[in-house]
């Protein structure tokens, strides 16, 4: 791998037309999932942030990609962190096995993360499983689990390795993965490698209507190079010889698609037909309607800065130290500082800055007190699980700010 920062993109990374279209620019923006120590403030980089359509094929995709090494090499998002995620992983783990055509199947996921989710396939008697992930510091160490944990990126050279020493797999696994690499079409050749002729891929992605329907333009950052649709996914497994077969909304990241697909030919289901007639009615493949949607975002923007403009003492702070925050914060700019810290669940981010603004973040225990007389959810996703916890885990009442879906709203709890 080269040794750049980053590189601009003229054609379409899906299809390889020549000048997407300018949808949104959200301007220099740091990399949404790289904290910070003190001394890392002085070593900040900031890259352009601008949200692009293909004319032809319809991808929604970044101008540019920042070096893989640097975005991902560390990584602090945990997915067994939520109670909301561990319980769609169980959730998932089940749905999977299900539509597998393959007894005690052998598994691969790319993008594992801290194992959540494989940890459920080997509860449920899954056959082998792996676990493909670049961010070393998430990998988990457990001597009692049958997982075997790779620390790479997943190309299309990786596969040809990996089946060289492992042998194919029955259920290929990418969650919210496929939006992150700089090149999907060799990912895609990778998984056409490593998947068997009897297999299914299972692939999850931010559901494009949502985030055209809901303004949740906070879905943008660097990690993700593509804001896929169906018609987009479906575009990109066509490299792999995989046709959709099956797909639902879940819950994830404000609403994402799991779409199964398999090489062999199944007749869709009714929820799949369902999703792109959907899909369709709500303009995702006009250009038009982008185009509404940035006007919507940049409104939102302005009314959190507005907000904060209101608040004259440091009695806020915000909860939910998520990339998306890192979006939003960073795009309302100089307001955000009234913000007196971030609190966040997770306890590899405490003690940390968020990327550009550099809150420190904190437990919420320890940050959130008598003196806290608001609280800024960033993390919309999971309000009503942020907000169970500041009643009762907590005991914490004041007013609570919700940016997102698509309007500022305010309430006291």
């Known amino acids: ?139 988990p160490e457990l ?83 593509y804001y896929h649709s169906l018609k987009s996914m479906t575009f990109a497994l066509a490299n792999a010889n995989l046709k959709p077969f099956d797909g639902y909304v879940g819950p994830i990241s404000g609403g994402c698609i799991v779409l199964f697909s398999s090489r062999q030919e199944r007749k869709p289901s009714d929820d799949l037909l369902s999703l792109l007639e959907t899909e369709n009615s709500l303009g995702v493949y006009s250009l038009k309607s982008w185009k509404e949607f940035a006007s919507r975002a940049l409104a939102n923007i302005s009314s959190i800065r507005d907000e904060f403009q209101k608040i004259s003492n440091s009695n806020l702070c915000a909860f939910g130290s998520s990339a998306r925050s890192s979006t939003l914060l960073n795009a309302v700019g100089e307001e955000s500082k009234i913000i007196a810290g971030i609190a966040d669940n997770n306890p590899r981010k405490w003690g940390m800055l968020s990327p550009g603004l550099h809150f420190r973040i904190a437990n919420p225990s320890t940050l959130i007190n008598d003196t806290v007389k608001t609280i800024f959810i960033c993390a919309f996703n999971f309000e009503t699980e942020i907000v169970n916890q500041l009643k009762s885990e907590l005991n914490w009442s004041g007013e609570v700010i919700v940016p997102l879906p698509n309007v500022l709203r305010k309430y006291r709890i």
């Open 1 to 139: 791998m080269k040794d750049y920062d980053f590189v601009e993109v003229l054609n379409c990374r899906s299809c390889g037309a020549v000048a997407p279209d300018e949808i949104l620019n959200l301007g220099d923006q740091p990399l949404a999932n790289s904290l910070l120590n003190q001394d890392g403030i002085y070593n900040e980089k900031k890259f352009p942030l601008v949200l692009m359509r293909c004319n032809y094929c319809t991808t929604l995709q970044l101008s540019i990609n920042v070096n893989p090494k640097i975005l991902f090499s560390s990584y602090f998002w945990v997915t067994g962190t939520s109670r909301l995620t561990r319980d769609y992983c169980k959730d998932l783990a089940k749905k999977v096995l299900e539509r597998s055509q393959v007894d005690k199947p052998k598994i691969l996921e790319i993008g594992s993360n801290d194992g959540t989710l494989l940890l459920e396939f080997e509860n449920l008697g899954a056959g082998e499983s792996f676990g493909i992930d670049p961010a070393k510091n998430v990998i």
């Open 143 to 225: 001597s009692d689990s049958k997982v075997t944990y790779i620390p790479e990126f997943f190309t299309e050279n990786f596969a040809k390795e990996f089946v060289t020493k492992f042998g194919q797999v029955d259920i290929v696994i990418a969650r919210n993965v496929l939006s992150h690499v700089p090149d999907l079409n060799d990912v895609m050749r990778g998984i056409n490698l490593v998947l068997s002729p009897e297999g299914t891929c299972v692939t999850e992605f931010h559901d494009a209507n949502k985030i055209i329907s809901e303004t949740q333009y906070d879905s943008i950052y660097h990690e993700h190079t």
